[in-house]
């Protein structure tokens, strides 16, 4: 069942809901802005509504596959269960099957895992998001600032152990799949999200 889970909560993942969304407008994402197909640049080529719309999707592909977990699993299972699953749809949406193991950076996917884990850490955390955002409008920095407090909101809010860990696991993804942005950032040249 665990093995099973895993690989629907990588498809479900995979699910590149930003492109979509484009093709639905015409617009190629991946031509587009930063070329990614998340929902900062949704926004930017899109406008706002059908950039938010992507975040939601991308959220929720991941609350769905954590919530048919708890829904199929016995009562009690293990937080390691939780873990593999989370992790198996944020990996889908940053290496879709779809996509020639190409996709988003992983904050929409990390932000369903999360909150489904622990809602109270995470909207601390996406609060710092939203902070950094509306002064600097760097939708990447704002990213990067929420991925380096989860871990410790994690633990504030008295996470299992292993959640914390897969949080900064999940942090470390962040950064990497962020690299040309810090590089952006660090030059001037990053694009702003509005």
């Not at 699910?15 to 926004?43: D, E, T, W, Y």
């Not at 954590?66 to 269960?81: I, K, M, R, V």
């Amino acid at each position: 069942m665990i093995i099973l889970l895993i690989v629907v909560a990588y498809l479900l993942g995979s699910i590149p809901f930003g492109l979509l969304m484009g093709r639905l407008k015409g617009v190629n994402l991946r031509g587009q802005g930063s070329g990614n197909i998340g929902a900062a640049n949704a926004m930017r080529s899109l406008g706002f509504g059908c950039g938010f719309l992507v975040l939601v999707c991308d959220s929720l592909k991941s609350i769905l596959a954590l919530a048919l977990a708890a829904h199929l699993l016995p009562t009690g299972a293990a937080p390691l269960d939780f873990v593999l699953i989370g992790l198996a749809a944020i990996l889908g949406h940053n290496f879709s099957i779809f996509l020639g193991l190409k996709g988003g950076k992983g904050v929409a996917a990390s932000l369903g895992v999360f909150l489904f884990l622990s809602w109270k850490a995470t909207v601390a955390a996406f609060a710092f998001w939203l902070i950094v955002v509306a002064i600097t409008r760097f939708a990447s920095l704002g990213s990067l600032v929420a991925a380096l407090l989860l871990p410790f909101s994690m633990f504030y809010f008295h996470a299992p152990i292993l959640y914390v860990e897969f949080s900064a696991l999940a942090a470390i993804l962040i950064f990497y799949k962020h690299r040309t942005n810090m590089a952006r950032l660090l030059c001037g040249e990053e694009n702003r999200i509005l």
